[in-house]
């Protein structure tokens, strides 16, 4: 029985990848316009390429413009701002007659 429940086993994760093998690679597309390169999926799917450092695969973008960088910026000031509502809120609940 053990015998059979290594070969069901291995049986289950052969069958488990065939689906993430089937999966096409997406294909590049540059845009003859801006320059910008794009991922096409064969499904249909489309979305912008980026490069390693997180900026935009286009040539009018400079690579230390970092969106990661500028995102990560954006999360900490929306966190003050959040830390902040909530002293407030915990003043004012602490002064309530």
């Given amino acids: 029985m053990n015998r059979t429940v290594r070969w069901c086993g291995l049986a289950f994760a052969v069958f488990a990848a065939c689906p993430a093998l089937a999966l096409d690679q997406p294909v590049v597309w540059r845009d003859e316009d801006t320059g910008c390169a794009y991922l ?58």
């Fill in 40 to 97: 096409l999926t064969p499904q249909g799917g489309i979305a912008p390429r980026h490069r390693r450092d997180g900026t935009l695969d286009c040539p009018d973008v400079s690579a230390n413009t970092g969106m990661v960088e500028g995102m990560g910026r954006d999360i900490a000031r929306g966190l003050d701002a959040l830390q902040r509502e909530v002293e407030r809120l915990r003043e004012r609940y602490n002064n309530r007659p």
